[in-house]
């Protein structure tokens, strides 16, 4: 049977000084989904991003990650659910300058048991995993380079490597694909979706652009789920 990773119910968050409001009855992935999640500028989408990782709490319905009802959980035990079972592909990377690329990929195995284990298991080490997907990712070139000197398209594969290490069960990439022309956004996605695939890993791609929407097996909309003033 395949395992739920994710799953909201009956979710209603509000924010009091706009009077925003986000309201999704049911929302479910399951090990090796792909979900595309649409949503205009303003609509939600980084609000409903931070109930499914624990940092908003609604005022009613739940969030589980990985079975756990994250309303039940502390702020400690909620980052370290997060850690050990969600690789996060930020819009604007947020890779360390100060790193080089085989560095920054490692990062997420120093603060997370299981992914430094499933690292160890998969490549024999932590620095063999982020190797082979940097391989896989086109960047086994780059390894000892500063982060700092790549072009935005390689930053975003190494973001991507460092998001996958470890074998997480979801992938939240949010905007991944931004600062990419049509081109090099294809290219990176498919990358991206294959290695997660491999892996089984869930992927949630959330975008204003619709037309990576056809690179994920399902489809969902913002605009189905909330209401009130735009944030």
Known sequence: MTSTVLQCENLVFKYASSGFELRMSGFCMKAGDTVFLE??????????????????????????????????????????????HVGFLFQQFNLLSYLSVLDNVTLPCKFSKRRKHNAVQAAGSVEQAAVQLLNALGMGNCLQQSVSTLSVGQQQRVAAARALIGKPDLIIADEPTSALDAGHQALFVELLLAQAAQQNTAVLLVSHDPELARYCARREHMNCWNAGATT
Not at 49 to 55: K, S
């Open 39 to 84: 949503g205009d500028s303003g609509s939600g989408k980084s609000t409903l991003l931070n109930l499914m990782a624990g940092v908003l709490t609604p005022q009613t319905g739940h969030v589980a990650l990985m079975g756990k009802n994250l309303n039940t959980l502390s702020p400690g035990q909620c980052d370290a659910l997060r850690v050990n």
